[in-house]
């Protein structure tokens, strides 16, 4: 009996339990969280090459047989994203320690924190599709109080916007969950795409499928549901902003990938196509966001909507090469977007602000800070030889073998506004002179990080970007998972036959 | 609420619900009941208690902040997960033994410390919900 499945779920709710039993010691759960994140990475490490090597793996906890218990499954998709979840978590935990206030930390910051990344992992190992909605909410959640945590206006603004659409969204996919279930007589996926295979009700079943469409689409900010993202994002303090966008967005392309793979593949022509054309818009319009803002968090926030575009364009196109490209696409948007959150952040401790006419000279006085930003930069508007290149190289070239030019022309064009955004960031924020409105030098009060504050913020960052290099430039290993990932994705008999006939 | 009646009364109730909600937590194990319910009625006798006599009094007679009890029952509920991973089965699987006592065969099982762990969180929650209201006025 293998145990390994349950561990990215154990580990951080235990640790959030722990951290919750010491409320009263700051000091005391700020380590407990970084050791349960860093125990995280190990092990979703290792089930990461668990499955890797042995094939998908399936748990049924409390012994119950599927289809009747719930079942937890990772394959390697899965796996590999519970692996940069676990990075992620670890790096922006360390983040936190420079980065947390002590009123926000003594409201549970961190059993919260953990108790997401908890839901985070739940949502990519489930193999029960109620129970995925169980886990959003799980997100939701935690997600709304770490949005509030703080208690000042324009959060609560930003949450209550939030909050509203996502419940709206919750309310959608449940009447899906129960259309599917009217339909196939079950809840556990494996044992819905089997049922599901015989092609009858096709019309029904597509009208389920649309419903998931809109409620992933609202959580995953695709075009024209994106609207509460950059509304409220950039409200929260930017460790919470940096996980947030990290993982929360991805989740629901992972359930847009998951349910449009295994379940929804009666009628590509049809269903495959509307994504298609969501897809379009999406990128454009978040990097048009982009353009017209000018406060850092706000131009990453809009580009959280144009990069989810080119994750939906993938799966879309439906191929091998595609998907492969999505789950990379995935795995570089959580490494490099991220990292330009905790790298603005960063700057907003040296220079005091988060607004390109109040930022400057960060080049000349950071050096480090800035290459850091560039390697992040760069790899987002997709540059060789960094993961974002990689990511939009195979995306594009599946949408070249489909023949889809228009689709690939404003895929290129986005990509070149990216360029656009990423340099006027770094024109205003970097190459510039340091403004004389900037905190820093207007404000006597301000002073800039430093110390040991200045470690826990730059260690992580680092960390990041080292695996955004490394990726990139030794990609072809981690290319072979990537094709095995995909035709795991492309072939739900694999998935199918592991959860139900053990 | 400064009142004789309620302050009486809930002097009276106060060891009566807990009973009360022991019982229900006992009773879950074959029938109606078990861990939630009696959560919830438990929080009610320290609810009432604090209505009549305010939060400050019951909170030392809690002892223990109710966000920490919240992290014992995660806690209990966890461990309760773990013993079934250290006997070999999945997670959660129940495990029971079977000691006679005074005669009679006690079944005593992992699902019972999950439900203590239930029972926990929901007076935890519950509490420090109705605690955090009370005082915000």
Sequence with gaps: MSHILIYPLLIPILTASIALIFFKSRVFQRWINVLGSGLLLGFSAYLLYMV???GIQVLQPGNWEAPFGITLVADLFSALLVCVTGLK?????IYSLGDMDERRESFGFHPLYQILIFGVNGAFLTGDLFNLYVWFEVMLITSFVLLSLGNRKTQIDGAVKYVVINLLSSLIFLSGVGIMYGITGTLNLAAMAEALQDGENTGLVITASMMFLVSFGIKSAVFPLFFWLPASYHTPP???????????????????????????????????????????????????????????????????????????????????IALAGVI?????????????????GVAQKYVGSYHLSKLGGLYKNYPLLSSLFAISAISLAGLPPL????????????????????????????????MFSMTKIWMGAYWSKL???????????????SGLHRVALLFPVMLIAAFIVGLGIYGEPFFRILFDAADQLLDPSMYIEAVLNP | MNSVILKT????????????????????????????????????AFVLFAIAFGTEVTRKLLRIDPRILIGWGLFFALVSGIMSMMAGDAFFT??????????????????????????????????????????EN
């Design chain 1, 328 to 344: 990379y696409y995935i795995l570089h948007n959580i490494l490099a977007k991220t990292n330009l959150f905790l790298v603005a």
């Design chain 1, 387 to 418: 993961t974002g290149f990689w990511a939009k190289y195979t995306v594009i070239y599946a949408g070249l073998e489909v023949q889809e030019w228009v689709v690939i022309g404003f895929a290129l064009a986005v990509g070149l506004m990216t």
């Design chain 2, 94 to 135: 129940g495990q029971w033994i079977f000691p006679v006592l005074f005669g009679s065969e006690i079944h005593l099982g992992t699902p019972l410390i999950f439900d203590i762990g239930v029972y926990l969180v929901v007076v935890g929650f519950t509490l420090a919900v109705i605690f955090a209201l009370e005082e």
């Design chain 2, 9 to 44: 009364a809930a002097r009276l109730l106060f060891p009566l619900l807990l009973v009360f909600s022991i019982f229900l937590f006992f009773r879950g194990h074959n029938e109606p009941g078990g861990g939630f319910i009696g959560g919830l009625v438990g929080a009610s």
């Design chain 1, 238 to 320: 930017i460790t919470v902003t940096a996980i947030f966008g990290a993982l929360l967005t991805k989740v629901g392309v992972y359930s847009l990938v998951r349910v449009f793979t295994l379940l929804f593949t009666q009628d590509i022509g049809y269903t495959h196509t509307i994504l298609l054309w969501i897809s379009v818009p999406t990128m454009v319009v978040g990097v048009l966001g982009a353009a017209s803002q000018y406060d850092v968090r706000k131009i990453l926030s809009f580009h959280i909507v144009s990069q989810i575009g080119y994750m939906i364009m993938g799966l879309a196109f439906f191929t091998k």
């Design chain 1, 435 to 449: 403004p004389d409105k900037a905190p820093v030098a207007s404000d006597p009060g301000f002073k800039p990080v």
């Design chain 1, 89 to 93: 978590a670890f790096a922006i935990s």
């Design chain 1, 52 to 54: 890797q090597s042995d």
